[in-house]
């Protein structure tokens, strides 16, 4: 085989298996400018441990699914496992901004029965990221 039919193989395997788009810190700057304040880590703990009324009854808290420990995996209510959402403990997480979006909307969307608003969502990220 030609070294050149050797080089492309390679180059895949060296890619991350992630679509790193973004880091946390850019996503806390984005949303801290979106809201028009600064993210506050406490305002995003609580959010994440309260229990909320407004969403979905079997999905009261982040916690249902994800533990009151960002640093340790979850289970959704299906069975399925979920990786821990802190970037210290899931370098992955936070760094593909259409993931990011998704699960928001999605997730936000249960628990609160409304969307996160920008400034939620700077104060979930700083919580996340400070852990």
């Known amino acids: ?6 080089i492309l193989p390679a ?5 991350p298996a992630f679509a790193a788009d973004t880091s946390p810190a850019e996503l806390l700057a984005r949303y801290s400018a979106e809201a028009g304040t600064a993210a506050d880590p406490a305002r995003g703990r609580e959010l994440f441990l309260a229990n909320h009324s407004g969403g979905k009854p079997e999905t009261p808290s982040c916690t249902t699914c ?3 420990d960002p640093r340790a995996a979850g289970k959704a209510r299906t069975g399925k496992a979920i990786d821990p959402l802190a970037p210290s403990a899931n ?3 936070l760094t593909d901004s ?3 979006e998704k699960w ?3 997730n936000c969307d249960s628990v609160l029965g409304r969307a996160c608003t920008p400034g939620e969502k ?5 919580w996340l990221s400070s852990l």
């Open 122 to 126: 700077a104060d979930i990220v700083a």
């Open 91 to 93: 370098p992955e997480r």
């Open 104 to 106: 928001l909307g999605r």
């Open 11 to 15: 180059l895949l395997m060296a890619s």
């Open 98 to 100: 259409a993931k990011v």
């Open 1 to 6: 085989m030609k070294a050149h039919l050797l």
């Open 66 to 68: 994800h533990t009151d």
